[in-house]
């Protein structure tokens, strides 16, 4: 692999507006501010998603978001990364996690999908698990409350609150991964929510 090869990040979510604010769209919000960040606009490309451009240190980025459910994640991400010669080291896949509290992230490499089925589908099309994935603590669900219906629920209006400071947080721990590797990017997720 030539470090010069292209990245690819791709936000897990499910399109439509009526998803936008869910916890399972956490992947989405984070590939959007990033975009934001570096005045690119997502534009729909032929392979189901959406995908913006920005360069970091002269390095390629594609920053997508399937359109396909987020279950069926893996077909997209796979087209995707044949299209633009993106190797699986280069590969991040945001996603909404239950086991980290909100306001609280994790990146690493491989790993198994802990129960989120767009990360299950996205490794299964590829045939490794040996990709990048930050993961953006959404918390559990209430007791009494199915895993289903809790991440298809909207942000809370306190969550929501808070949401601008952890989304920096990703998009400043995503940045220093393509510019700096995977150590440094790890430092630079403040793991806690503190």
Same mark, same amino acid.
Not at 142 to 167: H, I, R, T
């Given at each position: 692999?030539? =470090?010069?090869?292209?990245?690819?990040?791709?936000?897990? %979510?499910?399109?439509?507006?009526?998803? *936008?604010? &869910?916890?399972?769209?956490?992947?989405?919000? =984070?590939?959007?501010?990033?975009?934001?960040?570096? %005045?690119?606009?997502?534009?729909?490309?032929?392979? %189901?998603?959406?995908?913006?451009?920005? $360069?970091?240190?002269?390095?390629?980025?594609?920053?997508?978001?399937?359109?396909?459910?987020?279950?069926?994640? %893996?077909?997209?991400?796979?087209?995707?990364?044949?299209?633009?010669?993106?190797?699986? $080291?280069?590969?991040? +896949? +945001?996603?909404?996690?239950?086991?980290?509290?909100?306001?609280?992230?994790?990146?690493?490499?491989?790993?198994?999908?802990?129960?989120? @089925?767009?990360?299950?589908?996205?490794? $299964?099309?590829?045939? &490794? /698990?040996?990709?990048? *994935?930050?993961?953006?603590?959404?918390? /559990?669900?209430?007791?009494?409350?199915?895993?289903?219906?809790?991440?298809?629920?909207?942000?809370?209006?306190? $969550?929501?609150?808070?949401?601008?400071?952890?989304?920096? *947080?990703?998009?400043?721990?995503?940045? &220093?991964?393509? *510019?700096?590797?995977? @150590?440094?990017?790890?430092?630079?997720? @403040? +793991?806690?929510?503190?």
């Amino acid at each position: 692999m030539t =470090t010069d090869a292209p990245w690819l990040i791709a936000g897990l %979510g499910n399109p439509g507006p009526w998803f *936008r604010l &869910t916890r399972h769209n956490a992947g989405f919000l =984070t590939v959007d501010r990033l975009a934001e960040r570096h %005045g690119a606009r997502f534009r729909r490309r032929g392979i %189901g998603s959406v995908v913006a451009e920005i $360069e970091l240190d002269g390095r390629r980025v594609f920053l997508a978001k399937p359109q396909w459910f987020i279950n069926l994640s %893996g077909r997209p991400v796979a087209g995707l990364m044949r299209r633009y010669g993106v190797p699986v $080291e280069h590969l991040v +896949v +945001v996603q909404d996690d239950l086991d980290f509290a909100y306001g609280s992230g994790k990146l690493k490499r491989g790993g198994g999908p802990g129960g989120h @089925n767009g990360v299950r589908s996205v490794g $299964e099309v590829l045939g &490794t /698990r040996d990709f990048v *994935r930050l993961r953006f603590g959404v918390g /559990r669900p209430p007791k009494g409350q199915s895993v289903g219906d809790y991440v298809l629920k909207k942000f809370s209006d306190e $969550e929501l609150a808070a949401m601008p400071g952890l989304l920096d *947080r990703c998009a400043d721990a995503l940045e &220093t991964l393509v *510019r700096l590797g995977l @150590n440094r990017a790890q430092d630079a997720l @403040n +793991v806690s929510a503190s």
